[in-house]
Each structure stands twice: as C-alpha cells, then as structure tokens.
C-alpha cells in the first residue's frame, strides 16, 4: 500500500510539472505576491489575492481527469480509486506547499527590501497554512463537479465572493473558508477584532474540507470513470 501510493504520488507530481497551466499559476502566485505587496507595502493584506493561485492548482491537481472518460487511463494504472485521489492529494500538497512558501518568501522579501520590519514568523506560517488548505477545499471541490469552471466558480465564489457580500448581513459570515482560514494570519489590523480565533479558525476551514472532500470522494468511488 504504502509502495503504491507513493508511486501514484511521484507520477502525479510529474504530471503537475509538466502542465504549463501549473507552472503559469506557481509562477503568477510568486509574482503577484511580489507585485500586489509592494503596491499595498503590507504581506497580510496581499494573502487574500494569492488564494486564487492555490485553489486553482488545488482544481488543476484533477482536473486532467474530470470530463467523463478522462479518468480511464489513470484507473487502469491505478485501479484502486482511494489510492489514486489520495496520490492526486499528496501531490496537491506538495506542490501547494512550495507555491505558498516561495509566494511568501517573496513577499516578505518584497516589504523588507521596501525598508519595512519583514513580517512575523507567526504570520508567514498562518498564511502558508491557510493557503495550501484554501487549495485543498478547491481540489476537493473539483471531484464532484467534474468541470474545470464549475470548480473554480464554486470555490472562488465561496471563498472570495461570499464573504464580503454577507459581511454586512449576518456575523455568520466569519464562518465562510475565506474568513475563517484568515484567522491563521489576521492577527493583528483591520478585521482582526472580528475574526475567529486562529484554533477556532483552523477547525472551521478544515470541516469545511472534510464535508467538501467526503461528498467529492463519494461520488468519484461511485460513478463510472
């Protein structure tokens, strides 16, 4: 089991490699990290933005095998489906971790060469956090709606659309993935007095993942390939 499911993670972290699409999102991560910093002079406000660049790699991590048919030649290779998405998940991870980590290494590179006092260790991993998990609930939106833009639209729109529109209508809002992940790094500035605590946070985004990553599962391990 273990032999297999790294053998399916190393060939999907291949596959990522070698999708121009994955590499044009890491690369456009780290750049408008940079850009978007230097224009705002402040990292933790330039963290909402790079949400996009993950959750779309989260979506592009199985979107090769979302239209109908698509997924044959990998459940050939791999007939067990668990291990596969799990494989697709690890893969995810990783390649979400490094985007994240360069993103926000050039960022807080981007304010100190800019004479500002470089962001807290505290903030970098809150926000590293909160945006490979941001990624994961994209990825896991992906399985059941088995469309690049159906994908996308959803998780983009739960994460970035909603808040703001329901912000003024209920405090319920803070519940959304956006808000609550934002806990790991709002800790101080505006709408910090209003967040989640960052443990509280956590636990929101992640049953989040967990509710969006069960329905996803279900329906792959259902359904015809």
């Keep these: 089991m273990r032999r297999a499911l790294a053998d399916v993670t190393a060939a999907e972290l291949i596959k990522l490699r070698s999708l121009p699409p994955v590499l044009a999102t890491a690369l456009g991560t780290v750049l408008a990290a940079v850009a978007l910093t230097a224009a705002a002079g402040d990292l933790g406000e330039t963290v909402p933005f790079l949400q996009v660049g993950t959750v779309l790699l989260g979506v592009l991590a199985v979107a090769a095998d979302l239209p109908a048919g698509h997924a044959r030649p990998a459940l050939l290779a791999v007939p067990d489906r668990r291990t596969l998405l799990l494989g697709k998940g690890l893969?995810?991870?990783?390649?979400?971790?490094?985007?994240?980590?360069?993103?926000?290494?050039?960022?807080?590179?981007?304010?100190?060469?800019?004479?500002?006092?470089?962001?807290?260790?505290?903030?970098?991993?809150?926000?590293?956090?909160?945006?490979?998990?941001?990624?994961?609930?994209?990825?896991?939106a992906a399985l059941p709606l088995r469309s690049l833009v159906r994908a996308l639209v959803a998780a983009l729109g739960l994460v970035l659309l909603a808040p703001p529109l329901l912000a003024p209508l209920t405090d319920h809002a803070r519940l959304l993935p956006g808000p609550a992940g934002g806990a790991l790094f709002r800790l101080h500035g505006p709408g910090a007095e209003a967040a989640l605590a960052p443990g509280t946070g956590a636990l929101v985004l992640l049953g989040w993942i967990a509710v969006t990553t069960a329905a996803g599962v279900a329906t792959f391990l259902r359904r015809d390939a």
Excluded: F, K
């Design 91 to 140: 893969a995810y991870l990783a390649a979400g971790s490094l985007t994240s980590a360069a993103a926000l290494g050039a960022g807080a590179a981007t304010v100190w060469c800019g004479g500002e006092a470089a962001p807290d260790t505290g903030l970098l991993l809150g926000a590293g956090g909160h945006l490979v998990l941001i990624g994961l609930l994209g990825l896991a």
